[in-house]
């Protein structure tokens, strides 16, 4: 059974850092790019951050500069270390895995090319 968990998620002041952990089970986790979306309130759910399975990583225009993702396949685990948090930034977070295939510099951004998904972890940034 696959199975993605987030953690991190809590309550942090405007300007504030979290790290955000997704551990994975059940797959083949070196054959997977990943990604984390997020979620408001009333608004659609829209991409974060996304690596490949070769480490290639890839950042809404919202994010580059205040987030990083990175993946350590010995743990199956991706990280998504954010700095300098926003009160816009209050989401759900989501934890997605896809299968990669023979596109290892590969990381979507859609959500339909994600094969599997975790619970979401609350993130909220408070002025």
């Known amino acids: 059974q696959v199975q993605l968990v987030e953690s991190g998620g809590e309550l942090v002041q405007d300007g504030g850092s979290l790290r955000l952990s997704c551990t994975t089970s059940?797959?083949?986790?070196?054959?997977?790019?990943m990604g984390w979306f997020r979620q408001a309130p009333g608004k659609a759910r829209e991409f974060v951050a996304g690596?490949?399975?070769?480490?290639?990583?890839f950042y809404a225009d919202s994010m580059k500069g205040r987030f990083n993702i990175s993946r350590d396949n010995g743990k199956n685990r991706v990280n998504l270390q954010m700095i300098s948090l926003k009160p816009e930034d209050t989401a759900v977070y989501y934890c997605?895995?896809?299968?990669?295939?023979?596109?290892?510099?590969?990381?979507?951004?859609?959500?339909?090319?994600?094969?599997?998904w975790g619970q979401g972890t609350q993130v909220a940034v408070s002025s």
């Open positions: 997605a895995a896809g299968d990669a295939g023979f596109r290892p510099r590969y990381a979507p951004r859609t959500i339909g090319a994600y094969d599997y």
């Open positions: 690596i490949s399975t070769g480490g290639f990583a």
């Open positions: 059940g797959l083949a986790f070196r054959r997977y790019y």
